[in-house]
């Protein structure tokens, strides 16, 4: 038995075939357990390569849903006329919906304690976003002691709290909750500048 290469479809193809599995006898060397337990290695190769591609994915709405947030709350929002920001609203309110519609989800499995964990760190972004209208400055700062807390290398103050939090998560959601904040980070940048 081997597993074909499988080739990911270019964008104008619609067809996904998954990597075939044939029968033929093998390496005369190896038990039938040995040939399996390979065969079943390249597909946790595939699997795992699927994940990584679905994660971009997710990444990558995640980046234009934010985006559409920030093009929403700009300054240039004010110099418009109340008729043009009603119409620039509704067209990304539009994109955001349509954005919407595309639903990717790669499940991390946690424990308890991961659960309550990634709960936490939630609700501490969920604080730095409330405060982000109010204190841009201070939301900033609090931000880059999230990220110091998400580092080995931390330049700066670190959140404690945080920090507690963010170790009890799985490494993926470490991983996902970093790019979160980066992302939240280069979000108030953009915003500063509009």
């Known amino acids: 038995m081997d597993v074909d290469n499988w080739h990911s479809t270019s964008e104008g193809d619609t067809s996904v075939q998954p990597p075939q599995i044939e ?3 093998g390496s005369p060397q190896k038990s039938p357990r040995d040939r399996l ?7 946790e190769m595939h699997v795992e390569r699927l994940r990584r ?8 709405k995640d980046t234009l849903l934010t985006t559409l947030d920030t093009l929403r709350n700009s300054e240039m929002m004010i110099e418009l006329s109340e008729s043009e ?3 620039v609203l509704h067209y990304a309110e539009h994109v ?13 499995t946690r424990d308890r304690t991961q659960e309550d964990s990634l709960h936490q760190v939630n609700s501490f972004i969920d604080g730095l976003v409330v405060g982000l209208r109010a204190d841009p400055f201070g939301t900033k700062t609090r931000c880059l002691s999230f990220m110091n807390a998400c580092s080995s290398h931390a330049q700066g103050a670190t959140d404690k709290n945080f920090e507690t939090a963010i170790l009890g998560c799985t490494l993926d959601d470490q991983k996902r909750v970093k790019k979160r904040l980066q992302g939240l980070l280069d979000y108030i940048d953009k915003a500063a500048n509009f």
């Open 23 to 25: 029968s033929n006898p």
């Open 85 to 87: 920001r009603e119409d």
């Open 53 to 60: 591609e679905a994660l971009k994915l997710e990444e990558e």
């Open 96 to 108: 955001a919906n349509r954005c919407l519609t595309v639903d990717i989800m790669v499940k991390t």
């Open 37 to 43: 337990i390979d065969l079943l290695d390249q597909v």
